[in-house]
């Protein structure tokens, strides 16, 4: 009788987390469909008394939240597929290919871990300005072009790789190159999905850096975007809520659609 009982309190407990954690995001989804000042009201209601698209409509057709979409789709992409390519290729490099002061470069590259990122913007930001990269979409990819936890992720999870099988395919002739295309990066494909989603969530969520670096309207993305429109609509709270119904869902059905990927990239290395 106790195995049984326990089972029910532990799911009972994870339950009520989920509950309290899930609330917030649907009572959001329910505002974003109420009447303009309907969400103001005291009690404030659970769910619409008329559910309506209006805030939806407003958003993209006289917000331009279309606009702003699509540049975090554009930008969270290029990031994602541009940062995978380096990382992996540094991962790789620091996990299997000697060269002298691999390990020295390793370890000072994970004591920089350690400094805020929030340290490190100004003088990023001077020199985007002196290479004359602010408000272009190329002051956002160079600094995301690599991740010290993307390479340590990636260096950890290749070192799984048998040594004997990267040998075996030198003594039939194949080069680094076909090595690492042929046999390294299907191996690595937990790691590679798990990485793609930490890496496309960071740049869509990221409000800080775009905001600095960007000035044109017309290049901002999501967040940024829907700060610079609760200024403009401080009281509109249904409308405010479309707008992050917009941001969060597309994130969150990736992570649910990718989810067993990302839970096997996470746990493969220490299983192996």
Known sequence: MKQPIATAVVNGLLLGIAAVSLAPLLWMLSVSFMSAGEASTFPPPLFPTHATLANYRELFERAGMGRYFLNSVLLASAVTLISLLFNVMAGYAFAKLPFPGREPIFKAMLAALVIPGQVAMMPLFLMLKNMGLVNTYGGILIPGLASIFGIFMVRQYARTIPDDL??????????????????????????????????????WNDFMWPLIV???????????????????????????????VVTVLPVLALFLLMQRYYIQGLLMGSVK
């Open 214 to 244: 960007l000035t044109d309207n017309d290049l901002y993305t999501l967040p940024v975007a829907l700060s610079a429109l609760s200024r403009e609509h401080v009281q509109d709270n249904e409308l405010m809520m479309a707008g992050s």
């Open 166 to 203: 990267i040998d075996a395919a030198r003594i039939d002739g194949a080069g680094e190159a076909r090595i690492f295309f042929s046999i390294v990066l299907p191996l690595l494909k937990p790691v590679l999905v798990t990485l793609a989603i930490f890496t496309f969530l960071g740049s």
